[in-house]
């Protein structure tokens, strides 16, 4: 019988919390597939990351950046995740993002991201 990996939210919180972009890459599969819309990624023209070597970048270009996360209003069942995620420039620009994310066997197989900037 084949084993079931569960996906930790407290850890992948933790890693988003504390930058950590080795952590959160751990959690995701070798062939996910991550969704982005925001000001510039518009709903017709997401901006789409296949795999892990895309997501990879942009998780490090995210934890690169001198800014404060809070992940808030969690929810989750077996098949996915669902947050928000305050963030927070240190010039006081903020950032609010709703995730959803479905796993497979412990791991992001998918993720959609909606993302609002103060202008």
Same mark, same amino acid.
């Given at each position: 019988?084949?084993?079931?990996?569960? $996906?930790?939210?407290?850890? $992948?919180?933790?890693?988003?919390?504390?930058?950590?972009?080795?952590?959160?890459?751990?959690?995701?599969?070798?062939?996910?597939?991550?969704?982005?819309?925001?000001?510039?990624?518009?709903?017709?023209?997401?901006?789409?990351?296949?795999?892990?070597?895309?997501?990879?970048?942009?998780?490090?270009?995210?934890?690169?950046?001198?800014?404060?996360?809070?992940?808030?209003?969690?929810?989750?069942?077996?098949?996915?995740?669902?947050?928000?995620?305050?963030?927070?420039?240190?010039?006081?620009?903020?950032?609010?993002?709703?995730?959803?994310?479905?796993?497979?066997?412990?791991?992001?197989?998918?993720?959609?991201?909606?993302?609002?900037?103060?202008?």
């Amino acid at each position: 019988m084949p084993t079931t990996h569960t $996906f930790d939210l407290n850890t $992948f919180t933790q890693a988003i919390e504390e930058r950590d972009a080795s952590a959160q890459l751990a959690m995701y599969a070798d062939d996910a597939e991550v969704t982005l819309v925001d000001r510039i990624a518009r709903p017709g023209a997401p901006r789409v990351l296949r795999g892990k070597g895309e997501v990879q970048a942009w998780i490090e270009d995210v934890c690169g950046r001198d800014m404060t996360h809070r992940v808030q209003h969690t929810v989750q069942d077996e098949g996915g995740v669902a947050f928000t995620e305050a963030c927070r420039y240190p010039d006081g620009t903020g950032v609010i993002c709703a995730t959803v994310l479905e796993i497979d066997d412990g791991l992001v197989v998918r993720q959609i991201g909606v993302q609002a900037w103060d202008e």
